[in-house]
């Protein structure tokens, strides 16, 4: 048996002793203040055993990630743990790819090799609401790509803390909205069954990264995200037939010359009682054509305002 799989087994074995000690602790109260002294030491000898497994794992250039995952009442479910942890997982890939290529992402696709850089293996889990040690390789696994690392898991971090629509924008314009829209399906994932998130990144026994992340702040992220758009507006000039046209809501229907589709959208002064308009006509026209993309979804919403139009 390794090294790491030893102090795995002993962690384990600890662990169970502990709650053993805790149950009996309520069974039988008279022997509570005996089994209390036992439950200390157990507890002493477990710090220790963690510390080693953190040592050992350094030294095989791997390092851990503590994620402890909590809710106000009750343990979370499996299904809870898998799906944040799945998420947690992808962002991290996600951020690692993108400063990785130094460039924003425009697909939520991860190579082969960064999957395997990035991908979290289990060590073991441990008291508390639910607590999972996971490691991942470093340095000495992957050369030159422990900077970017470091980076990644502080980049994750400061993304979930954003609550603000012009820092995720910042955020989104320097990773990619898939980025953003792998932190929104984990905010959601941790919204979903209730749970929010304490996670340490370690490396050499110490902390390097930390965050406590509440189940409420994990929803403020999410309606952020949700409120947050990227938007573009452009001017289109070209000529068609005007099909519709209405006073009352101020709407139009055209149909551009070489296009497949009829465009809808709203006018200000571009029809009025000095400038008519016949229905159907034919006409040169100039719309403004805006389109929002949403970071949550990446679905794109666009409209139409036409502000001029000229008989031909």
């Not at 902390?207 to 952020?224: L, P, Y």
């Not at 068609?240 to 809501?249: I, S």
């Not at 229905?279 to 026209?285: A, E, H, L, T």
Request: proline share 3%; charged share 25%.
């Amino acid at each position: 048996m390794s090294i790491i799989a030893s102090l795995k087994y002993k962690i384990s074995e600890t662990d169970r002793l502990i709650r053993s000690h805790e149950r009996a602790m309520v069974a039988y109260p008279e022997d509570a203040l005996a089994l209390s002294y036992s439950v200390q030491a157990l507890v002493k000898q477990r710090e220790k055993l963690v510390a080693s497994f953190e040592n050992a794992s350094n030294q095989i250039g791997h390092e851990v990630c503590r994620y402890r995952l909590f809710k106000d009442a009750g343990n979370p479910s499996v299904d809870a743990i898998s799906t944040v942890l799945h998420e947690f997982q992808h962002l991290v890939a996600m951020v690692f790819w993108s400063l990785k290529r130094d460039e924003p992402l425009t697909k939520s696709i991860i190579p082969a090799s960064i999957q395997t850089k990035t991908s979290f293996q289990f060590g073991y889990s441990y008291v508390g609401s639910v607590g999972i040690t996971l490691t991942i390789p470093s340095e000495q696994m992957l050369f030159d790509e422990l900077s970017d690392l470091d980076e990644s898991v502080e980049t994750v971090f400061g993304i979930a803390a954003a609550e603000d629509a012009d820092v995720i924008s910042e955020y989104a314009a320097k990773l990619g909205r898939p980025v953003i829209q792998s932190a929104f399906k984990w905010a959601t994932a941790n919204v979903k069954h209730g749970v929010g998130s304490d996670i340490k990144w370690c490396r050499n026994g110490s902390i390097r990264h930390e965050m406590f992340i509440e189940c409420q702040k994990f929803q403020r992220f999410k309606d952020a995200v949700e409120s947050t758009g990227e938007e573009s507006v452009a001017q289109i000039k070209g000529t068609g037939t005007l099909l519709e046209a209405g006073v009352q809501p101020k709407t139009f229907k055209l149909s551009i010359d070489g296009a497949d589709d009829v465009v809808r959208g709203t006018f200000e002064n571009a029809i009025d009682n000095e400038h008519r308009a016949e229905v159907p006509g034919r006409y040169s026209f100039v719309l403004s054509r805006t389109s929002r993309v949403s970071l949550s979804t990446g679905e794109e919403k666009v409209s139409y305002v036409l502000t001029e139009l000229t008989p031909v």
